[in-house]
């Protein structure tokens, strides 16, 4: 048992250093998304065709992309850093983003849980967002809410790293920096991007969707073509299935014209609905030795598009296969 301590002992002195780089890193990037809502100054935009600038705005819950430059929408990762790299080369985003191009990563959630890399993988969106902050954007997803980590592996993968207080340290601090982080974003020319669907409630603008109800649907809710309107989500067992009548109705109100979100997994790695107006992508498992999802996803996706046309359908064409 002493013999059973001290290694204990050394494997957390051991890591140390690692421990209080992390814990910086979450800090870091935990105060760069504080500045981007200072920034906002309180303002809000109701409607896309009223947002002019050139640059990205964020207020909070929301985030606005420019007229400008590409988007690309990468899927649940759950502790899969394999994929992320993968994407990351296939798009040049390194190379491309030092001569100064304007391309957004926007990831639109659950980054732990059910992988097997999960503090790796959020090591390494945590630094594309603390190294290149105007660029990266980090939704929330549903499992960026504690009990979920608690159940899925996040807090066991803390403690496995760090030690058993340690661990519970981060997985705290990491749980607070979550609850930061926006649920929503829109381009200039009409993309909405979520982790789950849309809340269910009738709203007039984007100032309508502000309590943590609407909040927890965002993160929850999933799109159906069995229905025009909404039903009990017996998929989940809770929540809200949301039909093609809510969505045309809550796109109409916010400007939106297309939807891309993630939140569930399909064995081709993405699902269109709507008229091709609404697009669902999964971005971990294939051949990555990291995910846990080899045996149910085929080929992951991530989703592309140019901010500067039109917006009307998703495509093949900004559907893309994740290389291994």
């Known amino acids: 048992m002493i013999m059973e301590v001290e290694q204990e002992k050394l494997t957390v002195n051991k890591s140390d250093k690692t421990w209080r780089d992390f814990s910086q890193l979450v800090i870091g990037v935990e105060q760069i998304i504080r500045q981007e809502r200072k920034l906002s100054k309180g303002k809000m935009r109701e409607k896309i065709t009223l947002i002019n600038s050139r640059e990205a705005f964020c207020h909070y819950q929301y985030v606005y992309l420019p007229d400008q430059g590409t988007a690309i929408f990468i899927g649940d990762i759950h502790g899969d850093s394999v994929s992320v790299q993968k994407i990351l080369e296939q798009e040049r985003f390194f190379q491309l983003s030092e001569k100064g191009e304007a391309v957004y990563l926007v990831f639109l959630g659950d980054y732990t849980n059910r992988g097997k890399a999960d503090i790796k993988t959020l090591d390494l969106v945590l630094n594309l967002k603390l190294k290149h902050p105007n660029y990266v954007y980090l939704l929330r997803g549903n499992h960026e809410e504690i009990d979920m980590g608690q159940h899925y592996g996040f807090l066991g993968s803390c403690i496995k790293q760090y030690g058993y207080d340690r661990g519970q340290y981060i997985f705290q601090r990491v749980n607070n920096f979550f609850e930061h982080l926006p649920s929503l974003l829109i381009t200039r020319n009409g993309a909405v991007a979520v982790h789950g669907g849309i809340p269910v409630s009738p709203i007039k603008s984007l100032k309508d969707i502000k309590d943590d109800e ?54 081709s790695g993405y699902k269109l609905l709507f008229d091709q107006r609404l697009l669902s992508i999964f971005s971990n498992g294939g051949k990555s030795e990291e995910s846990g999802y080899q045996d149910f996803i085929l080929q992951p996706k991530y989703a592309k598009l140019d901010l500067s ?3 009307e359908r998703w495509t093949m064409e900004n559907i893309v296969d994740i290389k291994y």
Not at 222 to 249: C, S
């Open 309 to 311: 046309k039109p917006a």
């Open 214 to 267: 609407d909040m927890m649907e965002i993160r929850w809710n999933d799109p159906t073509e069995e229905i025009n309107h909404i039903m009990y989500n017996y998929k989940r067992g809770g929540n809200y299935l949301f039909g093609r009548t809510i969505f045309d109705n809550f796109m109409q109100a916010i400007g939106g014209k297309i939807l891309v979100r993630s939140h569930e997994y399909v064995a």
